[in-house]
């Protein structure tokens, strides 16, 4: 099963499954009972007669794991077969695979870039530049580490601060957000943590915790590339530049920097949003979730002025969207969920014309061009076409690009999908540093963990919210006697499932 679906869009589910069927040489006589059991085991079965291309991505790899099942392999190859997938239905794909492993003895070898998904194989191969970095079952793996592996909270500091002065101890191997905690790998046992780095005001707590494969994975990776310059030196849009920031442009207003009230969005009879409301403050990172097909998207484009409103209204730091996109757009950076650059152009091409687009000339334009070249680590590729790049790099110029006019506000759709674990954190550690600076930051995500960077976050589900708040608040909706702390993934299950379960046929 390839990354990227492996199915024909314009055929239909069901047209679909007799393809593979035929390909496969499955016999007509067995073709009814295998179609509907895939079908209910993948709850593709109301929407049999839809075309594929019209299916959200979770349906479109539900479908494709269903037609490489339709003859039950002895083998199962996956490639990265959760990426752009919510939580929900990756949850289920999990649940048909482990069903095969089960009961029909099916081997199966995926590859991923999600930690905790590779927590649930039998045995792991890290890999890293095509070589193998260590192997073995994901307890041999992460035991290692015991003694090692702590978390951090304080009643009087910031959790991104305790982040910054840990991430510069020389005894800490790796640091990560979680919830209201920092969660931190040392090199060594050592159960201070730094806590010179504190004082008494910021009554910093500091608790062991069990270690896990993403600990391992990320401090082999760590070693491997002897701890990138980047991770120390996250990115600003004021360094190299003697033009203006955001921060230093900001209004002295307690205004909303985004404000969405009773926004919809119709399709023909089909309202993709409906009725929304919500507003985000400056310096705030808000995070947008839902399942595939929720209006995301649909919301995404319409605030950076790409799709036009059916009735609402839309204010992008004071200025009416729906009434001037074109100006609204000048206040914005976007970073697309696919690379959206230019792969025929090389990373200078992409970076010159993109400065020029924003109205970049003459000695600011170079500015910001060596400063993104510094900043993101790209002078090395600078002469490489972008399509030829590594993922990681793509991610680098992306975010670069969407930078290079200093924007006030910042949408990123879904922005380290695919990527690797010591990406995701280099990212959203010029993320946050961005943050602090005072740039707004909007952002999807299927990936729970990196919502718990988020200061709030909105679940969305059939173009409505379904919450809003801190993630503290909505993981504390999904609490219960067996499981007390929730993580963020198991909260947006809970809370879109029950709504599911509710919602009228």
């Excluded at 070898?109 to 905790?116: E, I, P, R």
């Excluded at 191997?173 to 905690?181: C, R």
């Excluded at 679940?459 to 919450?467: C, F, P, R």
Aim: glycine fraction near 6%; proline fraction near 6%; aromatic fraction near 6%.
């Amino acid at each position: 099963m390839p990354q990227r679906f492996g199915l024909y869009e314009d055929l239909t589910v069901q047209e679909n499954l007799d393809l593979y069927a035929d390909l496969h040489g499955v016999p007509h006589s067995a073709r009814a009972a295998r179609y509907q059991e895939l079908l209910v085991m993948t709850g593709m079965a109301p929407f049999s007669e839809r075309l594929a291309g019209k299916l959200s991505g979770g349906m479109k790899q539900k479908l494709g794991l269903a037609c490489m099942l339709v003859h039950p392999p002895p083998l199962l190859l996956l490639d990265e077969p959760t990426v752009g997938v919510d939580p929900v239905s990756r949850r289920e794909l999990w649940q048909i695979v482990d069903r095969f492993v089960q009961e029909e003895g099916t081997t199966v070898l995926v590859s991923t870039g999600y930690m905790d998904e590779a927590e649930r194989c039998d045995q792991l191969f890290l890999l890293d530049e095509g070589k193998i970095l260590n192997e073995g079952s994901p307890h041999s793996l992460s035991d290692p580490l015991r003694g090692m592996t702590f978390r951090v909270r304080g009643e009087g500091i910031n959790r991104r601060e305790i982040q910054n002065r840990l991430a510069d101890c020389e005894e800490v191997a790796d640091t990560v957000i979680q919830g209201e905690w920092v969660r931190v790998v040392t090199h060594d046992i050592a159960p201070n943590v730094c806590q010179s780095l504190f004082s008494a005001a910021d009554q910093v707590m500091i608790e062991p915790v069990t270690p896990r494969i993403e600990d391992a994975f990320v401090t082999l990776l760590g070693a491997q590339r002897q701890a990138s310059p980047s991770q120390s030196r996250p990115a600003t849009v004021m360094e190299n530049s003697s033009s203006p920031s955001p921060s230093s442009q900001r209004r002295d207003t307690d205004s909303p920097v985004i404000r969405v009230q009773h926004v919809k969005r119709r399709f023909g009879d089909f309202y993709a949003v409906k009725g929304i409301s919500f507003e985000v403050e400056r310096g705030e990172i808000f995070g947008l979730l839902g399942a595939n097909g929720a209006g995301k998207t649909t919301m995404f484009r319409m605030l950076c002025g790409l799709l036009p409103a059916s009735d609402g209204e839309l204010d992008i730091v004071g200025v009416d969207v729906r009434r001037n996109p074109a100006k609204a757009r000048e206040r914005i950076g976007y970073m697309a969920q696919k690379f959206s650059l230019y792969g025929s152009l090389s990373v200078l091409e992409n970076l010159r014309f993109f400065s020029s687009a924003y109205r970049l000339l003459g000695r600011h334009q170079q500015e910001r061009i060596d400063w993104a070249l510094e900043q993101f680590e790209l002078r090395e590729v600078a002469n490489m076409n972008s399509a030829d790049l590594p993922l990681g790099f793509k991610q680098r110029l992306s975010f670069a690009c969407a930078l290079m006019h200093k924007p006030e506000i910042l949408f990123l759709d879904e922005p380290t999908s695919g990527v690797d674990p010591l990406a995701r954190r280099e990212f959203w550690r010029r993320t946050n540093a961005l943050a602090a600076e005072g740039v707004t930051v909007l952002v999807t995500t299927h990936f729970m963990e990196e919502a718990d960077n988020c200061d709030r976050v909105a679940i969305m589900v059939q173009g409505e919210i379904l919450a809003l708040g801190t993630p503290r608040s909505i993981k504390q909706q999904a609490e219960t006697a067996s499981r007390p702390e929730p993580t963020m993934e198991d909260a947006f299950i809970a809370l879109v499932s029950t709504q599911q379960i509710e919602a009228p046929a």
